[in-house]
């Protein structure tokens, strides 16, 4: 995930061929790299189908997942140390191909909330 500090974040998108990625977007893409075979999902699938609750420690590579004050899933981070530094792709429907946001690391401490889950699926 660190490799893609510095790229773009574009609203959608979930491959660089599509000129950036999004916050789901770039993690499945990641993971389909080390040979997984993920479809393009939102954050609150990711949450869903692919992860598991944690024991309190957290450890690269677990998701932070943030929600809107109805509930609603609506971005998640990775977690890249165990201090809590986490790589974010954040921005809106603004972020296209043509005015790209910025995919950025996040120094630890976490902050409050959030819930940090684990990956937690089978390769198919």
Request: one cysteine or more; charged letters at 25%.
């Amino acid at each position: 995930m660190k490799s893609l500090v510095g790229g773009q974040y574009v609203w959608g998108g979930d491959t660089p061929d599509d000129g950036g990625m999004d916050c789901s977007g770039s993690i499945i893409y990641m993971l389909n790299q080390q040979g997984n075979k993920i479809p393009d999902q939102k954050a609150s699938d990711l949450y869903y189908n692919y992860t598991m609750e944690v024991d309190g420690h957290i450890q690269p590579g677990d998701l932070r997942f943030l929600r809107d004050s109805s509930g609603k899933i609506i971005h998640v981070q990775t977690i890249v140390d165990v201090d809590g530094t986490r790589v974010n792709a954040t921005g809106g429907p603004e972020n296209t191909k043509e005015n790209p946001g910025t995919i950025d690391l996040l120094p630890g401490p976490l902050p409050g909330g959030g819930e940090i889950r684990r990956l937690n699926f089978s390769e198919e």
